[in-house]
Structure formats: structure tokens, C-alpha cells
Nanobody, 120 residues
Framework: QVRLVESGGGLVPAGGSLRLSCVAS????????MGWYRQAQGKQRELVAD???????NYADSVKGRFTISRDNAKNTVYLQMNSLKPEDTAVYYC??????????????WGQGTQVTVSS
């Protein structure tokens, strides 16, 4: 089992910055990837960024150049630095950890979510 706890959300004006943190505990050695997803009201949950155990990073096109994902293995923590925030970045942000169960399937762990609101 893996537990994920997010922090760092809040209200920020457009153009501002926030840093989200996600601390993982439990069987973290089992995770192949960690990352961040977000879900805006009335929309589906979408990938924001993730990083695999080899350090390969993937970003959604909408956040490239503005958001940076990083991790501190010693602290079992993943960060999401969000700069140049836009109102359309408003969403609940979820930390995700996953491990591969087959060539095409994953098992996912989720944090409780943290609200990010960007005012115009």
C-alpha cells in the first residue's frame, strides 16, 4: 500500500506561482511513476506531468514551459512548480503513483487532492 498526501494549493492571481508537494509513504519502492493530474469542474481528470523511476518526464502540452515536475527520492516527495498560472489552470490537483501490472495496465494510487484556483 502507498499513501499520498498533497499540499500547497490555494488561490493565486493570474500570472502567479504555486508549488505543490506530494509526500509518499508505504511501499513506495513499488512505484514505477509518480505525477500530477488535475480535474476541473465538469471535466475529466487529465495528466499534468509525470516522472518515471528512470527520471523521464512527461508534460501535458498545456503546461509545457510553465510547470516543472521534480522529485526528491530521499524525502519520497514529488513537487510541481507552477508558474505563469492561468485561470484555465483552476482545478483540483491530484498526486498519482502507479506501478505496471501488465504491458498495458497500471495500478494507481491517488492523493486526496488539493484545490488550485487562479483568479483573472
Amino acid at each position: 500500500q502507498v499513501r499520498l498526501v498533497e499540499s500547497g494549493g490555494g488561490l493565486v492571481p493570474a500570472g502567479g506561482s504555486l508549488r505543490l508537494s506530494c509526500v509518499a509513504s508505504g511501499s513506495t519502492f513499488s512505484l514505477d511513476k509518480m505525477g500530477w493530474y488535475r480535474q476541473a469542474q465538469g471535466k475529466q481528470r487529465e495528466l499534468v506531468a509525470d516522472i518515471n523511476s528512470g527520471g523521464t518526464i512527461n508534460y501535458a502540452d498545456s503546461v509545457k514551459g510553465r510547470f516543472t515536475i521534480s522529485r526528491d527520492n530521499a524525502k519520497n516527495t514529488v513537487y510541481l512548480q507552477m508558474n505563469s498560472l492561468k485561470p484555465e489552470d483552476t482545478a483540483v490537483y491530484y498526486c498519482n503513483g502507479k506501478y505496471r501490472t501488465s504491458s498495458v495496465t497500471w495500478y494507481n494510487y491517488w492523493g486526496q487532492g488539493t484545490q488550485v484556483t487562479v483568479s483573472s
